[in-house]
């Protein structure tokens, strides 16, 4: 038994604008977990037109949620698909009915709530800009791209996403408030919340992974 056995189960939760996609990344690189972003799939779907697509486009230019059950086929679907590996989802659970869901097919490690105050991300969310293809984000205030308005990696425009305007802005906090509260007690009761708070993505992060430095070794532990 070795080191190959090792699988982390993992979520990333915290409000829209918290860092989630920023703190998401560098987890993968750093632990080579495959990503999983719910948001990032539905807006793959809108922009390859699939029926999905555009049966969910108007809902999430509303700041509105998806349904449940849409949600969660597609998430378990792509779950499915990558058995056996080590994965970090981000977006998804979004609602207690999506966690229970999960709960009936995977035991999950740890969930990672990002903790910041909603006066900082509503600044946030209105100076962010998206590289739609790739669902890298920076922001105009502290993550500046290298040439304003294109993407590090690829050189390709940069966007601003409809629902990061200002009155949809305060739609999907409200939503967050409402729905996705519940799903931080729901974990801490099951004894698995890690809670990092802070205003800032490069000062968060670090604690984030020494956490999962921690947490991996122990997992590692265990299989050997
Ligand atoms: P951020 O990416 O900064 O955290 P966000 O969480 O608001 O922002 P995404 O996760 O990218 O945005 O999701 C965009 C939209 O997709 C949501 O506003 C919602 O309409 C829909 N969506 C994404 N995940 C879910 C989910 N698990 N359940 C229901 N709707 C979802
Ligand atoms: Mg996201």
């Not at 990344?25 to 080579?32: A, L, N, S």
Request: proline share 6%; hydrophobic share 35%.
């Amino acid at each position: 038994i070795g080191a190959s056995l090792l699988v982390i189960r993992a979520v990333i939760m915290g409000p829209p604008g918290s860092g989630k996609g920023t703190v998401s990344g560098r987890i993968t690189k750093t632990f080579g977990l495959k990503h999983i972003s719910s948001g990032d799939i539905l807006r793959a779907n809108i922009n390859a037109q699939t029926e999905l697509g555009l049966l969910m486009k108007s809902c999430i230019d509303q700041g509105q949620l998806v349904p449940d059950d849409v949600i969660s086929r597609l998430i378990l679907n792509d779950l499915r698909a990558i058995d056996g590996r080590s994965w970090l989802l981000d977006g998804f659970p979004r609602t207690v009915s999506q966690a229970e869901a999960l709960d009936d097919v995977y035991t999950l490690d740890t969930v990672i709530n990002l903790n910041v105050p909603f006066q900082t991300i509503k600044q946030r969310l209105t100076s962010r800009w998206t590289h739609l293809p790739s669902g890298r984000v920076y922001n105009t205030d502290f993550n500046p791209p290298k040439v304003p308005g294109f993407d590090d990696d690829t050189g390709e425009p940069l966007f601003q996403r409809d629902d990061d305007r200002p009155e949809t802005v305060t739609r999907r906090l409200k939503s967050y408030e409402t729905q996705t509260e519940p799903v931080l007690e729901y974990y801490r009761s099951k004894g698995v919340l890690e809670t990092f708070s802070g205003t800032e993505t490069n000062k968060i992060w670090p604690h984030v992974e020494v956490f999962l430095q921690r947490k991996l070794s122990s997992i590692n532990q265990k299989v050997e």
